[in-house]
């Protein structure tokens, strides 16, 4: 696999995870993306942490399986992205550490908090605020 810059923190901040509940979260919600980068994501997370669960969302989660199973991402094109059930369905879940590739322009109420850690992962090179959690840029 090749090395990109973001590949290095990421690669630290999972490992230094190890025995907590990993959920990665892709934003389906336009086909506007770099999606081979998304793809070299996955894979990271197959390699290192087939433990991981995978979960595609845009306004709703479309599907949520083990990291592991082959995997095609549905991409649509409606741009209409929502985070809320994502993260009612982690707290569900028990989930210790969610991984979230997004654009971080979907919609979550401002009151709303989560009992878990959160990175954004963003491929963009527009990085807006985060509601909370923490940022990375994938690019």
Same mark, same amino acid.
């Given at each position: 696999?090749?090395?990109?810059?973001?590949?290095?923190?990421?690669?630290?901040?999972?490992? /230094?995870?190890? %025995?907590?509940?990993? %959920?990665?979260?892709? /934003?389906?919600? !336009?086909?506007? !993306?770099? +999606?081979?980068? +998304?793809?070299?994501? +996955?894979?990271?997370?197959?390699?290192?942490?087939?433990?991981? !669960?995978?979960?595609?969302?845009?306004?709703?989660?479309?599907?949520t399986t083990p990291i592991t199973e082959s995997i095609e991402i549905?991409?649509?094109?409606? %741009?209409?992205?929502?985070?809320?059930?994502?993260?009612?369905?982690?707290?569900?879940?028990?989930?210790? !550490?969610?991984?979230?590739?997004? /654009?971080?322009?979907g919609f979550l109420p401002e009151e709303m908090q989560v009992g878990f850690?959160?990175?954004?992962?963003?491929?963009?090179?527009?990085?807006?605020?985060?509601?909370? %959690?923490?940022?990375?840029? +994938?690019?």
């Amino acid at each position: 696999m090749f090395k990109l810059k973001w590949h290095k923190d990421l690669l630290k901040k999972v490992q /230094d995870r190890e %025995g907590k509940k990993l %959920g990665l979260v892709v /934003d389906t919600s !336009t086909n506007e !993306t770099k +999606i081979e980068l +998304i793809a070299s994501v +996955i894979k990271f997370f197959q390699e290192l942490r087939p433990d991981t !669960t995978l979960v595609q969302a845009d306004f709703k989660i479309r599907t949520t399986t083990p990291i592991t199973e082959s995997i095609e991402i549905k991409y649509y094109t409606h %741009g209409k992205s929502s985070y809320t059930l994502v993260m009612e369905w982690a707290e569900e879940e028990a989930i210790d !550490t969610l991984f979230y590739v997004t /654009d971080l322009t979907g919609f979550l109420p401002e009151e709303m908090q989560v009992g878990f850690e959160v990175f954004w992962l963003v491929p963009t090179e527009f990085v807006p605020k985060a509601p909370f %959690g923490k940022v990375m840029k +994938i690019t």
